[in-house]
């Protein structure tokens, strides 16, 4: 009955084109957009040890400490990665599985490398100092996490999922992508980022592309064409 069918990505789109039977073409796609204050907030202070100058480079995943999101895998892929580097891990979230988590980083002797700093009110001051962006979702349906990192140039590493990272990130043209689930093929892309060389200045260009201005206008074109 609807008059029009939007969808947040191209792979939603598709599922919502199955699932209904609606002809492809008919359904819009407009993706969720970056929040207007992103740079702002970023540059707001943070009053963190680990992110002071001399500090070692901290790899950083943002999301809900539940099933979907495989901190568990995360954690692992850093397990591999600390052999190698000497880096730190910072989730950003709160969520049901966080005993899980607590209890793996204490039997893989990571307390002290990793903190799960629980939920916070500006991801982004974070995000603004941090090495490397992760993440690690079993699944998704746009995470526009991903398009935050990339808009303040952060390098950025994530599972091929559904859905969403794949067309964020250029089928890996703007970050590195692995399997759901692979620990070791997470930590290799990790390890890539860190001791590789970046075009930030693009990555901040293809975040951008999702600004509030390019979306709202999509909006308003769809608008108008139901007039």
Wanted: hydrophobic share 40%; charged share 30%.
């Amino acid at each position: 009955m609807a008059d029009v069918i939007v969808g947040c990505s191209q792979s939603v789109a598709d599922d919502i084109a199955t699932l209904t039977g609606k002809p492809r073409g008919s359904i819009w796609v407009i993706y969720n957009p970056l929040p207007p204050d992103l740079e702002r907030r970023a540059e707001e202070p943070l009053d963190h040890p680990w992110f002071a100058p001399d500090q070692p480079p901290v790899i950083l995943s943002v999301g809900r400490l539940s099933p979907e999101k495989d901190f568990p895998t995360l954690l692992k892929a850093f397990w591999h990665v600390r052999r190698h580097h000497r880096v730190r891990l910072v989730i950003l979230g709160e969520g049901s599985e966080r005993g899980k988590l607590e209890g793996m980083v204490r039997r893989m002797g990571l307390e002290g490398e990793v903190s799960l700093l629980g939920f916070v009110e500006n991801p982004f001051k974070f995000m603004k100092r941090a090495k490397v962006f992760v993440l690690s979702s079993r699944f998704e349906g746009f995470p526009l996490v991903l398009v935050e990192a990339l808009a303040l140039g952060m390098r950025v590493v994530a599972t091929d999922c559904e859905s969403g990272p794949r067309e964020i990130l250029g089928g890996g043209r703007w970050g590195i992508l692995v399997s759901v689930g692979d620990a070791e093929g997470m930590a290799e892309g990790i390890g890539r980022m860190l001791e590789g060389e970046v075009d930030r200045e693009a990555l901040v260009r293809r975040g951008r592309e999702f600004s509030l201005e390019r979306v709202g206008t999509q909006w308003l074109k769809l608008l108008k064409d139901l007039g």
